[in-house]
């Protein structure tokens, strides 16, 4: 594994989430701006952005629905 590449030049925060369109479990990743985590779907690549919070986002976890 060379991810010590990308966590060494900025830290790039991840957050689990299911997606209950295909019941598959993912990660998705802190977009460019920083404001929210956004992926798609591995499966029907339906794309999915959670916001964060000014204080950031409590949870770990979050579905799609
Ligand atoms: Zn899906």
Same mark, same amino acid.
């Given at each position: 594994m060379n991810d010590s590449k990308e966590t060494s030049k900025k830290k790039r925060k991840f957050l689990g989430i299911q997606f209950d369109c295909c019941n598959v479990y993912c990660r998705i990743y802190v977009?460019?701006? *920083?404001?929210?985590?956004?992926g798609r779907c591995p499966k029907c690549y339906r794309p999915v952005k959670v916001l964060i919070?000014?204080? *950031?986002?409590s949870g770990r976890f979050f579905s799609a629905q």
């Amino acid at each position: 594994m060379n991810d010590s590449k990308e966590t060494s030049k900025k830290k790039r925060k991840f957050l689990g989430i299911q997606f209950d369109c295909c019941n598959v479990y993912c990660r998705i990743y802190v977009n460019k701006e *920083g404001h929210a985590y956004e992926g798609r779907c591995p499966k029907c690549y339906r794309p999915v952005k959670v916001l964060i919070g000014p204080g *950031g986002t409590s949870g770990r976890f979050f579905s799609a629905q």
